[in-house]
């Protein structure tokens, strides 16, 4: 008897300590983890989100980069982590769905993290170098059938949106390209400005700058509507290639068995950020479609997840797309 009203008392104890850390937090700064290179848009992204949700919460977010592998090794991070509030991450369609199709993970996807809610989605962009002779989509398509093995495709690693995004495009047109892997997007960005690859997808925070500045020519945008930013660029459909859509979403997850408090305070802190009107500009110039209200939630993240699992996974293993 002594011995159970003694566990009986611990656990009282333990889940009063847990409430107690819930109202207080948070009490010290908070680590955002990026599972990318600095100079990429889930980097950006990071930061603008950390600077605004710091400012509401009254604490500092640390942004840290833990990179490799796809993002793997980042999540891996998250994933392990203690689930106190005090360290959280950013995921997006690759770090948080190609990857389960492509890698042999060490952690579940879904099962091991605590969805927070999601940011915005933006589109990629079919970017080359600057010297690529052909002057729309239709003459690249048949310039890339027309060398064949002699092609270089940049990418920011296996399982990312523009690696995956690079094989489908191949697949679509029916042209061998060459994937070379690089460790993030800013990294792809650099190789691309100096023409030691012929062409990537991109994000148009990072490329419509060059575009217009003549460093890179961009000849689509892998959508079904133009980009406010950069209006000139014409979608898929209509330069050549109907129906390349792919969307490019970030979100913000914890570890799994985070407390139900935290995550809520967390959420307030997304919500309230993403519907300030120096934060929401500041991502609309990005490029970025900021989800509504009713989207921001964790259940809403979690239900979305899901979705874009099952419907990616089946398109990703179909197209053999492997770690190499």
């Given at each position: 008897?002594?011995?159970l009203?003694?566990?009986a008392?611990?656990?009282?104890a333990l889940?009063?300590t847990a409430?107690a850390?819930?109202?207080?937090?948070?009490s010290?700064?908070?680590?955002m983890?990026v599972?990318?290179?600095?100079g990429?848009?889930?980097d950006?992204i990071?930061r603008?989100m950390?600077q605004g949700?710091?400012?509401?919460?009254?604490?500092t977010?640390?942004?840290e980069?833990t990179?490799?592998a796809g993002?793997?090794?980042?999540e891996?991070r998250i994933?392990?982590a203690?689930?106190?509030g005090?360290?959280?991450g950013?995921g997006?369609?690759?770090?948080?769905?190609?990857?389960?199709?492509?890698?042999n993970?060490?952690?579940d996807?879904?099962?091991d993290?605590t969805?927070?809610g999601?940011?915005a989605?933006?589109?990629?962009?079919?970017?080359a170098?600057?010297?690529?002779?052909?002057?729309n989509?239709?003459e690249l398509i048949?310039w890339l059938?027309?060398?064949?093995n002699n092609?270089?495709?940049?990418h920011s690693?296996?399982g990312?949106?523009?690696?995956?995004g690079?094989?489908?495009?191949?697949?679509?047109?029916g042209?061998?390209?060459?994937m070379?892997p690089?460790r993030g997007?800013?990294?792809t960005?650099q190789?691309?400005l100096?023409g030691?690859?012929?062409?990537?997808?991109?994000t148009?925070a990072?490329s419509?700058?060059q575009?217009?500045?003549?460093?890179i020519k961009?000849?689509?945008?892998?959508?079904k509507e133009?980009?406010t930013?950069a209006?000139?660029i014409?979608?898929?459909?209509e330069a050549g290639?109907p129906?390349?859509?792919?969307?490019f979403?970030?979100?913000?997850?914890?570890p799994?068995?985070t407390?139900p408090e935290?995550?809520a305070?967390?959420n307030?802190?997304l919500?309230?950020t993403?519907?300030?009107p120096?934060i929401?500009?500041?991502?609309?110039?990005?490029?970025?479609?900021?989800?509504?209200?009713?989207q921001l939630?964790p259940q809403a993240?979690?239900?979305?997840?899901q979705?874009?699992?099952d419907?990616?996974?089946p398109?990703?293993?179909?197209?053999g797309i492997k770690v190499?």
């Amino acid at each position: 008897m002594r011995k159970l009203l003694y566990a009986a008392a611990c656990t009282v104890a333990l889940l009063s300590t847990a409430a107690a850390n819930a109202d207080e937090y948070p009490s010290r700064p908070i680590t955002m983890v990026v599972p990318l290179s600095a100079g990429g848009s889930t980097d950006v992204i990071a930061r603008i989100m950390a600077q605004g949700m710091g400012e509401v919460l009254g604490q500092t977010i640390v942004v840290e980069n833990t990179m490799g592998a796809g993002g793997t090794i980042g999540e891996g991070r998250i994933s392990r982590a203690t689930p106190d509030g005090y360290t959280i991450g950013i995921g997006q369609w690759g770090t948080n769905v190609a990857t389960g199709a492509i890698y042999n993970l060490s952690y579940d996807l879904v099962k091991d993290f605590t969805p927070i809610g999601l940011i915005a989605t933006q589109p990629l962009l079919i970017v080359a170098r600057k010297t690529m002779p052909a002057n729309n989509l239709k003459e690249l398509i048949e310039w890339l059938r027309s060398n064949a093995n002699n092609t270089n495709f940049g990418h920011s690693g296996a399982g990312t949106p523009s690696h995956v995004g690079g094989i489908l495009l191949a697949n679509s047109i029916g042209a061998k390209i060459t994937m070379v892997p690089f460790r993030g997007a800013g990294e792809t960005t650099q190789a691309l400005l100096g023409g030691q690859i012929d062409l990537s997808l991109n994000t148009p925070a990072l490329s419509v700058a060059q575009m217009r500045s003549g460093q890179i020519k961009v000849y689509a945008i892998a959508a079904k509507e133009r980009i406010t930013i950069a209006p000139e660029i014409p979608t898929t459909d209509e330069a050549g290639l109907p129906g390349f859509y792919f969307p490019f979403w970030h979100a913000l997850w914890g570890p799994k068995d985070t407390p139900p408090e935290i995550i809520a305070k967390l959420n307030d802190a997304l919500v309230k950020t993403l519907n300030n009107p120096t934060i929401r500009k500041r991502l609309v110039d990005l490029a970025q479609d900021i989800y509504p209200n009713d989207q921001l939630t964790p259940q809403a993240l979690r239900t979305f997840h899901q979705a874009e699992i099952d419907k990616w996974w089946p398109i990703i293993k179909a197209a053999g797309i492997k770690v190499q």
